[in-house]
């Protein structure tokens, strides 16, 4: 008998991989996790080269690679524009409603300033404009007194999620979703460069971010440049998911890749960070070894977390992580950080619950039009009638047998 390939355990779970539900969440919470200690002291970790360095690498990655496997079932199945409204509709309005909430509540709570002071600060209203992706960290007086000056520090991921839907538009008008070969050859390209970069002896840029916050990713291997900096990792993670889900039938489903993939990440951990692993070695070696284990184990039948059950509360985590985790700071200054996690993974929750179930949810009854797994949320909860013409396709690409939007 055959081994399973990563396409065959998706289609045995009909095109939906209940493990990226549990990873999702898992994912966020990380995040928020890793977010703690900065928080807490302003600093990065008081030892960078312990195995903490890590996590603060593979998160990431392996959150652009779930998010580039499910959007490449989207890319196949949809128009460009059908694809971007799709993206835009996941995205967009929670993010609006969590950057409104932050800039006209959260900060005329926590601001030092007068509000009139606050309210005429031109520093206010361009926070506005972190919903086009154009990243602003702080808002003026807001959390001044905390050892982190920055109201949402993970903003800093959002243009280079929109990027990656660009760039996935312009593989979908240019057709090369059936060509997947050259999507490879795209990522050799791109962390080529950054070798390339390196080589030559080229620095990366300096920090943009307000004090401290480039720190907390350690320096040496991440900065904001493009092709060594800590934002490099990210479409190189989407684009090889992307690979991975074209290539999907082809590509094992191997408790041993796994093994390897985890035994290399593993070693890299305990090695690193050393002077020789900079961002393109990362990239060229570590994240495809994540790519695989995030692909592994969406696809494979893990439980959801039991308290996050009732939505996919992931986004909503990610959303108010940061802000909720200030707000305790302030609250609760001299209290350990296991306390202080605690007590704002309460508060976040609460307000990703909220996310979920008042816009994001709502939201998806407009969605359900171009995604698979949009109606697959909406049921049992409202039975949505599959609509005409939005079943499974059929799609020859690279062996692929059918695809499913995201």
């Known amino acids: 008998m055959p081994a399973p390939s990563i ?25 928020v996790a890793g977010h703690t200690p900065y928080v807490a002291t302003g600093r990065g970790d008081s030892d960078p080269t312990w195995i903490l360095w890590f996590p603060q690498f593979a998160i990431l990655v392996m959150f652009f690679a779930l998010s580039g496997f499910l959007i490449a079932a989207s890319g196949l ?9 799709n993206r835009g509709l996941r995205i967009i309005p929670a993010l609006a409603v969590e950057i409104v909430l932050s800039a006209l509540i959260l900060g005329p709570i926590f601001t030092t300033l007068p509000l009139w002071d606050y309210f005429t600060s031109a520093a206010t209203w361009k926070y506005f404009t972190n919903v086009v992706g154009l990243v602003n960290y702080t808002l003026p007086g807001v959390f001044s007194s905390n050892p982190a000056p920055e109201v949402n520090s993970s ?18 008008a240019l057709g090369l979703l059936r060509k997947p070969v050259l999507i490879v050859l795209g990522v050799v390209v791109l962390v080529g460069i950054g070798f390339a970069v390196q080589i030559t002896g080229h620095t990366a840029n300096p920090s943009q971010l307000p004090p401290g916050v480039a720190g907390t990713l350690y320096d040496k291997i991440f900065s904001t440049a493009l092709f060594l900096g800590r934002g490099a990792k990210l479409p190189v993670a ?40 900079t961002q393109p070695v990362l990239n060229a070696v570590i994240a495809p070894a994540l790519v695989y284990i995030t692909v592994f184990l969406g696809v494979s039948n893990l439980p959801r977390l039991p308290l996050f059950s ?28 296991i306390v202080q996690f ?11 619950a909220f996310s979920w179930h008042c816009i ?19 049921e049992p909860d409202e039975k949505v009638k599959p609509l005409e013409g939005i079943g499974p396709l059929a799609v020859s690409v690279s062996g692929s047998r059918s695809a499913r939007s995201s």
């Open 342 to 352: 605690g007590v704002a993974l309460v508060l976040i929750t609460a307000f990703a």
């Open 155 to 172: 903003l800093w991921t959002v243009p280079f999620e929109y990027g990656c839907y660009a760039v996935m538009a312009f593989i979908m």
């Open 238 to 277: 989407c684009l090889l998911a992307i690979v991975v889900y074209l290539y999907r039938d082809r590509i094992p489903y191997d408790g041993r890749i796994l093994s390897a993939c985890c035994a290399l990440c593993l070693g890299a951990a305990l090695l690193g960070p050393a002077a020789w692993m």
């Open 77 to 85: 199945r949809l128009s460009v524009k059908e694809f971007l409204i």
């Open 360 to 378: 994001e949810k709502p939201v998806l009854k407009l969605r359900r039009h171009f995604s698979f797994v949009a109606r697959q949320r909406l």
């Open 7 to 31: 396409g065959s355990m998706l289609d045995r779970q009909k095109g939906f991989g209940p493990g990226f539900d549990f990873l999702r969440v898992a994912l966020a919470i990380s995040v």
């Open 310 to 337: 009732k939505g996919d509360y992931s986004y909503g985590i990610y959303l108010y992580g940061f802000p909720m985790q200030q707000v305790v700071k302030v609250w609760l200054p001299n209290a350990s950080l």
